[in-house]
């Protein structure tokens, strides 16, 4: 398996723009973890699913975020509209269980 | 709510020598412990995954213990090489994956 893949890689907007992170997790993990890492807050849980259902999303900022998971095979994460706030690492990582797999990440910057 | 603490935030150490990382957690009710590796601009990269009726793990220099009572973990990382210069992170699994804030090594040629 090509492991967790996530795009882009980077992502540059301006602010009140709409910015949609994609995630593809490994076939067969339950579970899909979006994540943010800045500096100055480290790793945030943002949501995760589990059979692609939303399982907790209390780490969601504010209304402006959200997340899907149509099917076992894809995952989104929307910012509408974005703020530089925002402008941070996203990650991906995928679980079958109590181990965790992660992406490469989505450096977002918005100015 | 799950608490992980990581001491020291950062450590400098020369070349060769034998080092020790340290992870905490207030609630002993774990399934997993797990460490990661995480260098600059990248994503984290799993090295040892302990699980709750372990005691310890071990890959090549790397060898992860694991203390559930306690609620410690450490990971030691055996003659240290500039290459192993990065940011390590311990997470518990309960009903998700709880992180600590890491450990910065640099690691001086």
């Known amino acids: 398996d090509a492991g967790v893949i996530q795009s882009p890689r980077h992502e540059v907007t301006e602010m009140g723009q709409e910015v949609t992170l994609r995630c593809k997790p490994i076939s067969g993990h339950d579970y899909l973890f979006w994540y943010r890492q800045t500096m100055m807050r480290g790793l945030e849980l943002l949501i995760y699913f589990n059979n692609n259902v939303p399982i907790d999303d209390s780490g969601m900022p504010e209304d402006r975020f959200s997340a899907k998971m149509p099917n076992a095979s894809f995952s989104t994460l929307k910012i509408q509209p974005s703020e530089p706030r925002d402008s941070a690492v996203y990650f991906c990582?995928?679980?079958?269980?109590?181990?965790?797999?992660f992406g490469q990440g989505t450096r977002l910057t918005v100015v | 709510k799950q608490e992980v603490t990581q001491i020291p935030a950062a450590l400098s150490v020369p070349e060769g020598e034998n080092l020790v990382l340290n992870c905490s957690f207030t609630d002993s009710a774990i399934y997993n412990l797990q460490w990661f590796r995480q260098d600059p601009g990248k994503g984290l990269t799993s090295l040892l995954l302990?699980?709750?009726?372990?005691r310890e793990q071990t890959s090549g220099r790397l060898n992860a213990s694991l203390d559930k009572s306690s609620g410690r973990s450490t990971l030691y990382i055996a003659a240290s090489q500039p290459g192993d210069s990065a940011t390590y992170l311990c997470?518990?699994?309960?009903?998700?994956?709880?992180f600590g804030t890491g450990t910065s090594l640099t690691v001086i040629p």
């Open positions: 997470a518990v699994t309960g009903n998700q994956f709880y």
């Open positions: 302990i699980q709750s009726s372990q």
């Open positions: 990582a995928s679980s079958p269980g109590h181990e965790a797999f």
